[in-house]
């Protein structure tokens, strides 16, 4: 059930730059429940989500890159840092670059333990 959870949680991090990408390239106009709107973001989305699950299905060693979970962690503070890096107090910083070194080490003790037989 955790891996599950946090497969929804990483396509949220992971997809959502490439989702806005898509917006601003197919240019939804007005409101984002419009039928035309909706209809096109729930078929380019959907068709992103079954495409991603096809191939990572095809992969025989998939769930030994879920070790690498810790690297969720790191996109996001490194996105928010990238974004807010003007507008950021350096206690705030220094949490952020301190949440994605620790985490980083974490994905490279991950990745050593999942090799070892």
């Known amino acids: ?14 997809a959502s730059p490439m989702f806005e990408n898509l917006d601003t390239k197919y240019g939804f106009k007005g409101s984002a429940l419009a039928i035309r709107n909706l209809s096109l973001r729930v078929l380019v989305r959907g068709s992103h989500l079954g495409i991603t699950t096809f191939v990572s299905a095809l992969l025989p060693f998939f769930g030994d890159f879920m070790s690498l979970t810790p690297l969720t962690f790191i996109l996001a503070s490194h996105m928010y840092l990238m974004a807010k890096k003007h507008k950021l107090t350096s206690l705030q910083k220094n949490w952020h670059w301190l949440n994605v070194c620790s985490f980083g080490f974490m994905s490279i003790a991950a990745g050593i333990a999942a090799s070892v037989p």
């Open 1 to 14: 059930m955790s891996a599950f959870l946090q497969m929804i949680i990483a396509l949220h991090i992971f």
